[in-house]
């Protein structure tokens, strides 16, 4: 396989532009919404629609989420062969809401069984099944053992970070970056990680954990620094377009980084292809564009619902209440 995107996958309720949040017991409505997927599947569509041979590596299960996910892939050319099937809902769901310029997120996460294994433990299991050219991740815990089982194997790994990370364990975040490839943050991410208050800073202080560095910067291009203090700045490929939605355009980025470096051409061309599949992808609402409109999901038949059977469920539960309040 040419690449595999690991981690988790998200079902998006993408909501367009917002004049303003809603306050508590307020309702604001937005023209715009789309259902989508992304989180570690973006980046995997990314690659595929280069022309490379992509997988995803995540869990799924038998919520509409994973069912969403399962068409996206068959659609996209994306290989499921790596990701796991559970017997529960596997698939996390976000709100994305886009205003000022900007989105925010509201994310529910189902529960693991606890009988699973450590997802980083089997990804270790898929390297050594697959043996990936490359491999893209997010930086957190228990991935600094999958990378250097990646480096061992002689897997080339991209890694990301996502906004807020750096809060949780810095230092295992720069443990990542020394063991990967490429480290491919925004420009407000590596600030934060590094500390400091420039990008030109930022940059000098990443170039001492040894690794090349691309950092993303939306409609600016990216920067491409090298280990020798190199640094140049890519913006061909920047198209101007009307930003809708900038969820998983750093996935995207990063995907068709990948497959310009699978074909051959040197990191700085290669980041000119990102940033042209970049800026297509803020022109679309969620993360893979949109999959359905509003109230249905293109050729999905979601799950048909037995009334009979929720409503004896929702008595039982009332029965198991009241006896228990009884007692």
């Given at each position: 396989?040419?690449m595999?995107?690991f981690?988790?996958v998200?079902?998006e309720l993408v909501f367009?532009?917002?004049r303003?949040?809603?306050?508590?017991?307020?309702?604001?409505f937005?023209?715009e919404?789309a259902l989508?997927?992304?989180?570690?599947?973006?980046?995997?569509?990314?690659a595929?629609?280069?022309g490379?041979?992509?997988?995803?590596?995540?869990?799924?299960?038998?919520?509409?989420g994973?069912?969403?996910v399962?068409?996206h892939?068959?659609?996209?050319g994306?290989?499921?062969?790596?990701s796991a099937?559970?017997?529960?809902a596997?698939?996390?769901?976000t709100a994305?809401?886009?205003?000022?310029?900007?989105?925010?997120?509201?994310?529910?996460m189902?529960?693991?069984?606890?009988d699973?294994?450590?997802?980083?433990?089997?990804?270790?299991?898929?390297?050594?099944?697959?043996r990936?050219?490359?491999?893209?991740?997010?930086?957190?815990?228990g991935?600094?053992?999958?990378?250097?089982?990646?480096?061992?194997?002689?897997?080339?790994?991209v890694?990301?970070?996502?906004?807020?990370?750096?809060?949780?364990?810095?230092?295992?975040?720069?443990?990542?970056?020394?063991?990967?490839?490429?480290?491919?943050?925004?420009?407000?991410e590596?600030?934060?990680?590094?500390?400091?208050?420039?990008i030109?800073?930022?940059?000098?202080?990443?170039?001492?954990?040894?690794?090349?560095?691309?950092?993303?910067?939306?409609?600016?291009?990216?920067?491409?620094?090298?280990?020798?203090?190199?640094?140049?700045?890519?913006?061909?490929?920047?198209?101007?377009?009307t930003?809708r939605?900038l969820?998983?355009?750093?996935?995207?980025?990063?995907?068709?980084?990948?497959?310009?470096?699978?074909?051959?051409?040197?990191?700085?061309?290669?980041?000119?292809?990102a940033?042209?599949?970049?800026?297509?992808?803020?022109g679309?609402l969620?993360?893979?564009?949109?999959?359905?409109?509003?109230g249905?999901?293109?050729?999905?038949?979601?799950?048909?619902?037995?009334?009979?059977?929720?409503?004896?469920?929702?008595?039982?539960?009332?029965?198991?209440?009241?006896?228990?309040?009884?007692?």
């Amino acid at each position: 396989m040419d690449m595999i995107s690991f981690g988790s996958v998200f079902l998006e309720l993408v909501f367009g532009h917002v004049r303003e949040l809603p306050g508590p017991g307020e309702e604001v409505f937005t023209d715009e919404f789309a259902l989508s997927c992304g989180g570690a599947v973006t980046s995997a569509t990314a690659a595929a629609a280069a022309g490379v041979r992509a997988g995803l590596c995540t869990v799924l299960g038998d919520d509409f989420g994973s069912q969403v996910v399962t068409e996206h892939c068959a659609t996209a050319g994306v290989e499921l062969s790596p990701s796991a099937r559970v017997a529960r809902a596997a698939t996390g769901i976000t709100a994305v809401l886009n205003f000022d310029g900007d989105r925010g997120f509201v994310t529910h996460m189902p529960p693991r069984g606890e009988d699973e294994q450590p997802e980083t433990d089997r990804w270790r299991e898929v390297l050594r099944a697959s043996r990936p050219a490359w491999c893209y991740l997010h930086a957190g815990p228990g991935v600094p053992a999958f990378l250097r089982e990646a480096r061992r194997l002689g897997c080339k790994i991209v890694l990301d970070i996502s906004l807020g990370d750096e809060r949780d364990d810095r230092g295992t975040i720069i443990e990542c970056v020394a063991l990967a490839d490429i480290f491919v943050p925004n420009g407000e991410e590596l600030l934060r990680l590094t500390g400091t208050a420039a990008i030109g800073a930022a940059v000098a202080a990443a170039a001492a954990w040894g690794t090349q560095l691309v950092v993303k910067r939306g409609a600016a291009g990216a920067l491409v620094a090298g280990t020798d203090g190199s640094v140049t700045e890519v913006s061909a490929g920047v198209s101007a377009v009307t930003v809708r939605d900038l969820t998983g355009a750093g996935d995207t980025f990063a995907g068709a980084m990948i497959a310009g470096l699978l074909g051959g051409a040197p990191l700085a061309d290669a980041v000119v292809a990102a940033n042209a599949a970049g800026s297509q992808a803020v022109g679309h609402l969620g993360a893979v564009g949109e999959i359905g409109g509003p109230g249905m999901i293109a050729g999905l038949a979601p799950r048909p619902v037995d009334v009979g059977k929720v409503a004896a469920a929702l008595a039982a539960g009332c029965r198991r209440r009241v006896t228990e309040q009884g007692r």
